[in-house]
Nanobody, 126 residues
Framework: QVQVVESGGGLVQAGGSLRLSCTGS????????MAWYRQSPGKEREGVAC????????FTIDSVKGRFTISRDNAKKTLYLEMNNLKPEDTAMYYC???????????????????WGQGTQVTVSS
């Protein structure tokens, strides 16, 4: 049974930091690209960052570049999103995704993912 589980969300003041984690099981974790997405109420889901199978190649969207860092530890079967200098507009439910089926949206590693977690809420107060 495939499981993708996010953790690490919470409430933080603007300028603060959080580290999200995502563990995957039931599938070959280190065979696949992975990504972080986010969605806030009334908005479409947005790809935030993604990585290839071993973390050697990554992509982040412009609005978080320099503040967010994606990484992975395949030995621990865990994907991370280090978020610094958080802003109120970063408030959203953050989702982990694994096994890219088709890239789209102008990025080589954002697109249609096969496995999704339930999400972890990040709230940034001003």
């Amino acid at each position: 049974q495939v499981q993708v589980v996010e953790s690490g969300g919470g409430l933080v003041q603007a300028g603060g930091s959080l580290r999200l984690s995502c563990t995957g099981s039931g599938y070959p974790f280190d065979d696949h690209a992975m990504a972080w997405y986010r969605q806030s109420p009334g908005k479409e889901r947005e790809g935030v960052a993604c990585t290839d199978w071993n973390g050697s190649r990554t992509f982040t969207i412009d609005s978080v570049k320099g503040r967010f860092t994606i990484s992975r530890d395949n030995a621990k079967k865990t994907l991370y999103l280090e978020m610094n200098n958080l802003k109120p507009e970063d408030t959203a439910m953050y989702y982990c995704a694994a096994d890219l089926r088709r890239a789209s949206g102008g990025s080589w590693c954002l697109g249609e993912y096969h496995y999704w977690g339930q999400g972890t809420q990040v709230t940034v107060s001003s």
